[in-house]
């Protein structure tokens, strides 16, 4: 079966290849397996926990690849990113509950003493309102709750509320930034000086997201009712009550950016991921936690325009406020994942399972979520910081549905962790979910949601110290008691009231605390709702027969012919087994099912029509290299160390080697590589270290090459440069016919590099593999004992028969309009020798280095189709940087 997306008014369609495919799945899982994986949850938990402990603490949060503390003013700005760090060692106090949930005792109160005797909140620094109130408040909160949990159970009985007054501290530091005229928040505060002033270096913004001023409510009100202080919920309520009265009335979105001042919407696109996701989460645990209707009132509103306007199962599409039948992009980020996992909570489970499986799907396809993904699952932006939503919607399905398939994919979370991500002081955030790159980073929410999450998946009820179903996760997956729904807050404003004309709809509570049997009196129905969207997905190829049978049937159908409001064409499409369907938002979709098909020949003509309008709209361009990876396997990374490298436009191309090149690494003598090397006898047989400048790459390699080396890697020599903020680079030749060199040559900046040259420096010998993309440890060690723990049963990622790579896919835009061939462009590397005797580099791979036309514009044509400017490459990489850095602004 074929799938096609298309719109009418746009030059863009969306292919997609369905193959049906029969699916083994397990029926059961023993008890003794579901008690293996639990606790090699707790054996990663305690890994990540401790190697922050080690070598970290008190620092916000551990770099594992350097295996240090990243302290925020030491370490190169991250930009947005580090508004969460407030030098209050954030992971600790983010994973307190985390602790207390793992039945690990002991650790948590030791942890609750080093909180409250070593950490500080009176700190001259600017942090996010957002971040802090969901991992620091929200963890000491957490805290809190499994605090007075123990000491009523006779544990823990020095402990004196320490953790509420530094709650309530912390709260009262954030109060000045609800200061405003609307009551929304500044996004950032000063933890000393509060907003406003020179002093505080804050006050001075005008905009913030829907989720960062909708997502207060739940660690507020828990402060209030805790403490008996009504401010706290207070302001929280106005903040969200302004929200409301600033949705969109005829469509009931929200956008996702707004001025905390005018309340106009500075970005009008609307979704349920980055910019928005926890303000829907936040109305409904609101009214969960806190009992009052409203709230449940305000979601059932927003999510019934959710489901007619942005929701297309699998599928969740942003669009546009005030003309929500407009897409607003052709692409999802990450972070709508947790949105299956709350549709569990309101009790709409059918596109609950249909969008987990699709994420599901895209997860085996690239072994993570991409931090964004387009609409036929291709990567849109490369990185996975270890989120943990997947993980959270995972674990509310199964506990709905208790199907024993969410197990399953339970066990794919882990094998992942473990396989791409583990590295020796800790977990590595992915720089590239296509190569299995590393970045310096372990964000404090993987160890306050992703271990929780997963050990409630695997757990049984007497494995846990109480009873969860007391409780309400936060966003950041902390404890909140339920028992605060009936802790006196009488002084606290009630919400708004509605607006003139609306009265509470009983409709809107159907359904919110379902009953799963009936629910599913078929226990084939979850399997039945899977299977449509895990063949949308498939990885498997295509066969299409190679003879066709002369004399039957009338002329095909040409896809440069076809026009949508064509009859005949039309009448074509449908003896073709091709049926087409007006979807609500103004697009086309074609689908072909080749039984339905007036003949053999006219199915395989219809599937001749379907590759023609993959092929016609894929733009007739040099594809650009991708990046490559050099990982390092001796001891004691083992292949747990992946760096981003840039590709050279000559010599060996890693993507055609099953292998890669693996060897020992020593640095070349000139360093530069730009003469003939004086430890000639020592390069040989290796990979050897050089660094940029001062003659041509190609130079470089024809040195190396000479004295034997079977690779080389080039180190940049601008200190501090460093893929995490900057893009990719290809090295391009001198001019001159390069056939001549045969090794593979690649490329790390500065900071990559320096991981590269420390390892060197502390071990006798380091040895790399370089390579198109990481590879799985059981293949690097073939079959030997792997280091380190691994699941057992782990495989390599690939799949029998798997077509997921660039040329392969089998996806692509196409036009719904006839396509004029002198409208594509063709897109060529360009080689910038202006400098002669320096290197010539190109942008390449990394983040958003790629063309792109955006919906409804045409695809500019250049005069030259040979080449395209670097200018022009760069303007469209700093398009795309721009929305990714927007995307962290909207917290990402």
């Given at each position: ?9 746009l ?5 997609l290849?369905?193959m049906?495919t ?15 994986l ?7 938990f ?9 070598h ?12 240090r ?6 370490e ?7 508004d969460?760090?407030?030098?209050f ?8 509950d985390?602790?207390?949930l ?16 070593d950490?500080?909140l009176d ?7 957002f ?7 929200g ?8 605090a007075?949990?123990?000491k009523?159970?006779?544990q ?7 953790l ?5 501290d ?13 009551g ?5 505060v000063n933890?000393?000086y509060?907003v406003r ?8 913004e005008t905009d ?18 805790f ?6 919920e ?7 009550d ?11 979105l929200?956008?996702?950016?707004i ?8 970005r009008r ?9 926890s303000?829907y ?11 009052d ?7 059932n509103?927003?999510?019934?325009s ?8 699998p599928?969740?599409?942003?669009v546009h406020i005030?003309k ?11 972070l709508l994942?947790?949105?299956?996992g ?9 596109p ?10 895209v997860?085996?396809?690239h ?10 699952f291709?990567?849109?932006w ?9 993980a ?5 399905l199964?506990?709905?549905t ?12 882990l094998e992942?962790?473990n ?5 020796p ?9 296509r ?10 929410f ?9 050990f ?5 009820e ?14 950041e997956?902390?404890l909140?008691?339920l028992?605060l ?8 404003p ?7 004309g609306?009265?509470?709809?009983d ?10 049997r ?7 129905f979850?399997?039945n709702?899977?299977d449509p969207?895990r ?9 299409p027969t ?11 159908l040409?896809?440069q012919?076809?026009m ?5 064409h039309l ?12 979807l609500?938002d ?13 003949s053999?020949?006219a ?6 029509f ?6 016609l709209s894929s ?5 650009q290299?991708?990046?490559r990876a050099v990982q ?6 083992f ?5 981003t ?5 000559f ?6 080697s ?5 060897g020992?690494v ?13 430890n000639?006898?020592i ?7 050089l ?24 180190i940049?020599?601008?200190?501090g440069?460093?893929?995490d ?5 290809q090295m391009?030749?001198d001019?001159?016919n ?7 040559l ?11 040259l420390?390892?060197l ?5 380091v ?5 198109d ?6 293949s ?10 691994l699941?057992?049963?782990s495989?390599d990622?690939?799949e029998?028969g ?10 692509s ?6 396509v004029d061939?002198s409208?594509?462009?063709t897109?060529?590397q360009t ?5 002669v005797g320096?290197?010539?580099v190109?942008?390449?791979?990394g983040?958003?280095?790629?063309a792109s ?10 005069g030259d189709?040979?080449?395209q400017?670097?200018d022009s490459?760069m303007a469209d ?8 850095k ?7």
């Amino acid at each position: 079966m074929w799938m096609l997306h298309s719109a009418t008014m746009l030059p863009a369609f969306l292919l997609l290849f369905l193959m049906r495919t029969s699916i083994s799945l397990s029926e059961t899982m023993s008890r003794d397996e579901k008690n293996k994986l639990r606790n090699q949850v707790v054996e990663m938990f305690d890994h990540a926990y401790q190697n922050y402990m080690d070598h970290a603490y008190p620092a916000d949060e551990l770099m594992p690849l350097t295996c240090r503390g990243r302290v925020r003013g030491l370490e190169p700005s991250r930009g947005d990113i580090d508004d969460a760090l407030g030098k209050f060692s954030l992971t600790l106090i983010d994973t307190l509950d985390t602790l207390a949930l793992l039945n690990k005792t002991v650790e948590f109160e030791e942890a609750v003493r080093r909180v409250v005797a070593d950490v500080r909140l009176d700190n001259d620094i600017v942090v996010s309102v957002f971040e802090t109130n969901i991992r620091v408040l929200g963890g000491l909160l957490g805290g809190h709750s499994m605090a007075v949990m123990l000491k009523e159970s006779g544990q823990m009985v020095w402990y004196q509320d320490e953790l509420l007054h530094m709650a309530k501290d912390l709260g009262l530091r954030l109060l000045p930034a609800f200061n405003t005229s609307s009551g929304l928040p500044y996004p950032r505060v000063n933890l000393r000086y509060g907003v406003r002033g020179p002093e505080t270096r804050t006050g001075t913004e005008t905009d913030t997201c829907t989720a960062c001023a909708g997502t207060i409510i739940l660690e507020f009100a828990a402060l209030s009712r805790f403490t008996g202080d009504p401010t706290f919920e207070a302001h929280a309520r106005r903040a969200l009550d302004f929200l409301w009265e600033k949705r969109q009335r005829n469509s009931n979105l929200v956008g996702t950016t707004i001025n905390i001042h005018s309340g106009e919407w500075v970005r009008r696109d609307s979704g349920v991921g980055a910019g928005i996701d926890s303000y829907y989460e936040y109305l409904m645990k609101a009214y969960i936690l806190l009992g009052d209707d409203q709230y449940l009132q305000r979601f059932n509103t927003h999510y019934a325009s959710i489901m007619k306007y942005i929701s297309q199962p699998p599928l969740l599409l942003d669009v546009h406020i005030h003309k929500p039948l407009l897409p607003a992009r052709t692409w999802m980020d990450s972070l709508l994942a947790f949105f299956p996992g709350l549709q569990v909570l309101k009790g709409d489970i059918r596109p609950a399972i249909e969008t987990h499986e699709m994420l599901y799907q895209v997860t085996k396809k690239h072994n993570f979520l991409p931090e964004a993904f387009t609409t036929d699952f291709r990567v849109h932006w490369a990185q996975h910081p270890l989120r943990p939503e997947f993980a959270e919607s995972t674990y509310f399905l199964y506990k709905a549905t208790k199907d024993p398939y969410y197990l399953e994919v339970g066990r794919t979370i882990l094998e992942n962790l473990n396989r791409y991500a583990r590295v020796p002081c800790g977990f590595a955030a992915m720089k590239d979910v296509r190569t299995g790159s590393h970045e310096d980073r372990m964000d404090s929410f993987f160890l306050a949601e992703m271990f929780k999450y997963l050990f409630l998946l695997f757990a049984e009820e007497e494995d846990l110290p109480f009873n969860v179903e007391d409780y309400i996760f936060t966003t950041e997956a902390h404890l909140l008691p339920l028992s605060l729904s009936t802790a006196s807050n009488s002084q606290a404003p009630p919400l708004v009231n509605n607006t003139a004309g609306e009265e509470l709809d009983d409709s809107n509570f159907e359904w919110t605390c379902p009953n799963t049997r009936l629910l599913f009196p078929d226990p084939a129905f979850p399997r039945n709702l899977r299977d449509p969207v895990r063949s949308a997905l498939d990885k498997s190829c295509p066969h299409p027969t190679t003879h066709r049978e002369p004399g039957m049937g009338r002329p095909p159908l040409r896809a440069q012919d076809f026009m949508v409001n064509n009859p005949e064409h039309l009448e074509l499409l449908r003896r073709m087994g091709v049926s087409l369907i007006h979807l609500k938002d103004g697009r086309v979709q074609l689908i072909q099912h080749a039984t339905q098909a007036v003949s053999a020949v006219a199915a395989e003509d219809g599937m001749r029509f379907m590759q023609e309008m993959m092929e016609l709209s894929s733009q007739q361009q040099k594809e650009q290299l991708p990046p490559r990876a050099v990982q390092i396997v001796s001891h004691p990374f083992f292949g747990r160390v992946v760096l981003t490298a840039g590709p050279a436009q000559f010599g060996m191309d890693l993507s055609k080697s099953s292998s890669g090149v693996r060897g020992f690494v020593t640095v070349a003598e000139p360093y530069n590589g730009c003469s003939e090397l004086s430890n000639g006898e020592i390069v040989a047989g290796r990979i050897a270290l050089l660094q940029r400048g001062q003659c041509m790459f190609a130079e470089k390699a024809r040195h190396i090459q000479k004295a034997g080396a079977i690779g080389g890697i080039v180190i940049d020599d601008n200190e501090g440069s460093s893929s995490d903020t900057a893009p990719l680079f290809q090295m391009a030749g001198d001019g001159r016919n390069t056939d001549d060199v045969t090794l593979p040559l690649l490329f790390l900046f500065h900071k990559e590099g320096n991981i590269l040259l420390e390892a060197l420096k502390e071990n006798r010998e380091v040895e790399v593999l370089l390579s198109d993309k990481a590879r799985d440890r059981e293949s690097i060690f073939k079959g030997k004992a792997l280091p380190g723990t691994l699941l057992d049963g782990s495989t390599d990622g690939a799949e029998e028969g798997d077509c997921s790579t660039e040329e392969k896919d089998n996806t692509s835009p196409a036009s719904s309009e006839p396509v004029d061939q002198s409208q594509v462009t063709t897109q060529e590397q360009t080689t910038d020798d202006s400098v002669v005797g320096q290197e010539s580099v190109q942008p390449v791979g990394g983040l958003g280095s790629y063309a792109s036309v955006d919906e409804g514009e045409e695809p500019a044509v250049d005069g030259d189709s040979s080449s395209q400017s670097v200018d022009s490459l760069m303007a469209d990489w700093q398009e795309d940087l721009e929305a990714f850095k927007q995307m962290e602004k909207d917290e990402l």
